[in-house]
């Protein structure tokens, strides 16, 4: 009998999520000319609902067309499966008699994964590949999608750095990032010289303090006559609450199903117009929250990044024989190598920028981080020396 | 005695508007190899502080190089000169012996030239360059800044819609543009098939009515299960007060020196998240502003744009021996032209989109709308179709 894949993505999009699944499907019926190659649509609620895209039906030229093209294009979900949701998926991977499930996610998908393997026994595999912007898988160097989005925010603080050498004044990006400030970080990959922004960088790996924040500002402000800020939309104050949660206050703000707050509300833009109102009064000032473009922009996908998707989608599949894991990229040697390891070691964890990334105070990057990231986000364009 | 000429820019920059800089100066240093072109610091600021860049000094490789870098390299202003300050300006201008004056910019940049022309008389001779990402000077067709501005746009929103067919809901995208909706409606540049987003745009050439608003989310969610929208942030009520007016109270706003309204705060975005929250709740919605990377982002920058800009600037120095004026780009049998017009026929007055470039609910391109924004952005990427 012909084997069945199921492949779904989940959680939120990337610019090379499209590859990885593009790279499982084509290497399924590579493997398994006569194989089934079912797209779940919107994740795990596809495969509860029994709504599939028959992907072996696609023409390889279609499907390498989607696989450059950002976020999920059989739909994502943010549902997590608990024990009567679980029951319900895994009547449905029966119901298409799947042999090998391949999740495409972060943190979450993967727990979904080790849930559905607790509860399935050996009736079937249970793959996960890496997918997140925010880079905060446990076993890997860096996550397939981190290194385009990286790339965008790299090129959005090179973009509004010139922008108010132009028109001088405070500004504020935040970036997506809820525990783990890689993304925010690497804002700062594409400096060039010592006055160049961004010139402060909050992550969530160190506490946040309003008032420290303003001293920080004026410090930049007095030296450089404008301040570029990237601020991570999870930054946490000294006593572990989120920003966003300090300032709405922790019985009000709006939750998703995996216990996660909503950061993505114009709040933190507010909370930070008016610290900065009131600690630099009549002081030019703008924040922005760069919102779904790192993810999602169609004018970046970087080559590398696209490779590793697909090849990270590519080896689930091949691998799926040797047992349910979840793909990791490591460096090693000075190249990035893929390998399996256990979906428990990756499950539900969160990795955070290690702490020599990062300077004595927290609001710069330290040589360790600008080598990681120089290596993973080189420069993609030249530009010449501003006047001013 | 060789010539000598001043160069500045004014106003918001924009992606290309170094291009127009450098087209000026190179021209200069081309018809008269002795020339003396001085790149005033922060327009007309830098005239009035005896702040200048030598430009004449500077490689034409330097000066490419910084061609092709957005923002306004020799830096920017929003200072509108009053009598005084205008005397000075004339006095700055005089001590460095300037023959003619470049000033590169928009609306109020041409009524700097035109204030400065009626005070000088016949001692030099002023020239407009145009330059707006708003792309609402009269006479002009487009202007420089406008396509690359405009590419940035369709690609945001294009992206944001493949974001949104993946995890569904509302979205809401606020884009710059005080009295001119052309930015706001280039998000349509690249719709390809019906349900494509934006469903729906809001300029402020157009009445805007909340309770219409959430009247047409309502539709398209029910058509659609998803809604992008790109709204100006220049809209207006019925009663002629710009939404964020309305909102904060027009005794509270902020203002430049030309009496602009500031639009840039997150007050417009609150208003949406609410209007939203109270007029579909339950249904996720994210409302950002694309803020300054229309004007700014390192990785857009049209070819077309950048040629266009280079030749405004060395056309404002060919022809300033027949004396001040504005250069403006026309749409003639099937080409651009550039054409020396009055600075009095630019100076201070805005263009807006003309009524038949939207349907008859405004909400959407009609025909010519889509003409025109096909021809004057093309579309630089190639996507596949997503499964939902």
Redesign the interface.
């Known amino acids: 009998m012909p084997k069945t894949f199921v492949i779904a ?1 989940g959680g ?2 990337t610019p090379v999520i ?1 590859q990885t699944m593009a790279g499982a499907a084509l290497e399924a019926r590579k493997r398994y000319p006569k194989a089934k190659v079912l ?1 779940a ?2 994740g795990v609620r596809g495969i509860r609902d029994g709504r599939f ?1 028959e992907l072996h039906k696609v023409s390889e030229e ?17 549902d997590k499966p608990d024990a009567a949701y679980t029951k319900l998926v895994l009547e449905g991977l029966e119901k298409v008699k799947a042999d090998v499930f391949v999740n495409i996610g972060g943190n979450d998908t993967s727990d979904t994964q080790r849930i559905l393997t607790d509860a399935a026994g050996d009736r079937m595999v249970f793959m996960h590949a890496p997918k997140t912007i925010d880079n905060d898988l446990m076993e890997n160097d860096h996550t397939p999608g981190f290194i385009s989005a990286g790339e ?1 925010v790299a ?2 603080f ?3 750095d ?2 108010f ?3 001088p004044g405070i ?1 504020v990006g935040i970036v997506m990032g809820r525990h783990a400030g890689f993304l925010t970080a690497a804002s700062a990959a594409w400096r060039d010289e010592k006055d160049d922004g961004p010139h402060l960088i909050y992550v969530p790996e160190r506490a946040f303090s309003t008032a420290q924040f303003i001293d920080d500002v004026k410090r930049v402000m007095d030296k450089h006559k404008r301040c570029i800020v990237a601020v991570s939309e999870g930054v946490t104050t000294a006593d572990g609450t989120s920003l966003v949660e300090a300032i709405v206050g922790s019985d009000k703000v709006e939750r998703d199903a995996h216990g996660n707050v909503k950061l ?3 709040d933190l ?2 909370a930070f ?1 008016q610290a900065l109102a009131e600690g630099l009064p009549g002081k030019r000032a ?4 760069l ?3 790192p ?6 996908g970087n080559r590398t990044d696209a490779r590793e998707a697909f090849k990270a989608g590519a080896m689930a599949v091949a691998t799926a024989e040797q047992g349910g894991a979840s793909i990791a990229l490591q460096y090693e040697g000075g190249k990035t190598v893929f390998r399996r390891v256990p979906l428990a070691s990756v499950a539900a964890k969160t990795r955070h920028m290690p702490d020599n990334f990062l300077n004595k105070d927290g609001t710069g990057l330290a040589k360790a981080g600008t080598a990681y990231f120089e290596r993973l986000i080189p420069r ?9």
Do not use: C, M, W
Request: cysteine-free; proline content about 5%.
């Open positions: 993505q939120g999009p499209n797209g649509l919107h895209a279609d499907l390498k067309a989607i696989a450059a093209t950002p976020s999920a294009a059989l739909g994502s979900t943010r965008f090129a959005a090179k973009s509004v010139f922008d050498r132009s028109l500004y993505s509300g114009s833009n507010r117009e703008r924040v922005d929250a919102g779904y473009l993810r999602s922009f169609i004018g970046t993609k364009y030249r530009t010449g020396r501003p006047f001013v």
